[in-house]
């Protein structure tokens, strides 16, 4: 059986508002109790878990009978499969509980994504729209739920954001051990991974620039963070732009105790000028142990 759900290579990629929101949901691993921010999408022909968000918070997966690859819409192999694992664990939405199970999966910028087979097991009432879910359904009235059936959606943007500060927390009950991100424009884009494995995170220009041929610019990000305490963060290259464009990155060290806004200094080697849009990928933060 061929799953045809389009990969998730950018989080800017998903332009369609109205076929996917965001909720906080709550699992319960087998030591503890993790809350992270889902994405409800009607258009995931199954129920996805990020392998490396199950390996660290020790959710239990199961070999699947049958290894099964994952399709992009025009029927190439995606990055996201093989899909050779299932995870089952209680999960919560709000007041409704539930034993989820899910197909493990290299989710790039998502850790769990709730698709049609949920949809179609629970029928919650969904206003896209205004971000609303009411789950009213016979089974979740008679089994799911404890109290109100209705819960709201998240913005996208603040759900990637406290996302974030999860997937690099090295554990969620020390919050001094978490990347802390915020944004100093409001239209700034936090940073995302481009793999599920990527040592780094993007980071994005904030601003449109013009980096003429052997020249170099200071290019805003909109964002500051805080590494914690005995790390750095690194700012690198990406090598798609080192590459195809001779762009480098020069000074590019954030101690722990810098507050201000990230901003990245790229160095044109090449022999045309080149153009740096808003909302392009710039770089890569790596946070890195100081010894």
């Not at 009607?42 to 290894?67: L, P, V």
């Amino acid at each position: 059986m061929r799953n045809l759900y389009a990969a998730l290579n950018n989080t800017e990629a998903l332009n369609n508002e109205n076929d996917h929101i965001m909720v906080t949901i709550r699992l319960h691993g087998k030591k503890r109790q993790i809350t992270i921010n889902a994405m409800i999408d009607s258009g995931a022909t199954e129920d996805f878990i990020d392998k490396g968000f199950c390996s660290k918070y020790k959710i239990r997966t199961t070999q699947a009978k049958m290894i099964r690859e994952v399709y992009l819409a025009d029927s190439r192999p995606s990055a996201m499969g093989p899909i050779t694992h299932t995870g089952k664990v209680p999960m919560d939405i709000g007041s409704h509980r539930e034993l989820a199970i899910f197909q493990v999966a290299k989710l790039p910028n998502h850790e769990v994504i709730l698709g049609m087979p949920w949809l179609k097991q629970h029928s919650p009432r969904i206003d896209w729209g205004q971000g609303k879910i009411t789950f009213e359904s016979e089974r979740c009235t008679t089994w799911c739920l404890k109290e109100s059936p209705t819960v709201y959606a998240i913005p996208q943007d603040e759900a990637q954001e406290e996302n974030l500060k999860v997937e690099f927390g090295v554990a969620q009950s020390k919050k001094d051990q978490r990347v802390k991100v915020k944004k100093v424009d409001p239209q700034a884009k936090i940073p995302t991974r481009g793999s599920a494995h990527a040592a780094g995170h993007d980071l994005y220009a904030n601003e449109s620039k013009t980096i003429e041929a052997r020249g170099q610019e200071v290019v805003r990000t909109g964002i500051s963070i805080t590494p914690p305490r005995g790390t750095y963060g690194g700012i690198a290259p990406r090598s798609g732009m080192a590459v195809k464009h001779q762009i480098a990155v020069n000074a590019g060290v954030i101690d722990s105790d810098y507050t201000g806004e990230i901003k990245v200094v790229l160095a044109n080697t090449g022999n045309q000028d080149y153009g740096v849009k808003n909302g392009e990928r710039i770089a890569q933060l790596i946070t890195e142990k100081i010894v």
